[in-house]
DNA sequence: TTTGTTTTTCGATATTTTCCGATATATACT
DNA sequence: AGTATATATCGGAAAATATCGAAAAACAAA
């Protein structure tokens, strides 16, 4: 097997995770911190970031550091691959994926340090959320 | 979890693996039989068979049967999701892909009845090929 | 029904992946 | 320096997946 393929195989192990897969798609909606995405997808930070780790990998994500906080986004239209392209407009339609979006939108309306001093005392699953 | 989001989950799943994507990328080029594909890739025919399991449950191929033989090939391009359509563009491009269809030329060529009982007797791994 | 041929399923093992608490690292502020 | 906060990495047990020969099943032809 040539590295093409191999890369190939890679990249779509990346999304066949519900939790990347979550990560993906959401953040089509605009870049989030590690913490954000933490709170609005309800799990731990480092399953996140782990998440995040692999979709770097896969070049579906890059990073943007600000401060103590990583802000993360989906790679630019431009340098979207047809596989990538597909893959978020189908995601998109998804029901769990439009409501994780809203649930965003809520998260990003707190002061960054609250939702992010938050998630960092949470005992993982099954927590209560910010707004509780 | 919903069951959409379950769903393309597996779906990616699916592709998420280098046989069942070459497979996949094989019959973009045209339909083939269980035995064709396993000349053609150099793999156990049970192998081949678990792979298109896999395709089938997904929702990417279809199969015809004729006589003792099952041809498969992609679902028709109408019914094709943009997550279909974007990795059969990327993976089309990759070298592992066209090789795998000039030698899928060379098998059809050969009668399929020759094919299919040599595959059968063949010892898995590194065996010879028909045309050998 | 018996035989031959193609495909699927099974069995068993090896390998990989998932998951998350605990810990380490990195950065900011005093 | 020390403290606080955000993120990354580690550990390692449980779960999922891969692999392929062998056996079973499906089907055609005799």
Redesign the interface.
Known sequence: ??D???V??ER??A????LR??VLALLEAGELCVCQIAETLEVPQSSVSEALKELRRAGFVVERKEGRWVFVSVVPKKQA???????L???GT????QQDRVRAREVKDLAIQVVCSKVQKAPSANREAVRA
Do not use: C, N, W
């Open positions: 097997m040539t093409d393929l191999r190939l195989v779509l192990k999304v066949s995770h519900p897969l979550r691959t047809p596989l990538l392209k597909g893959l407009a189908e995601a998804l029901l769990d994926i």
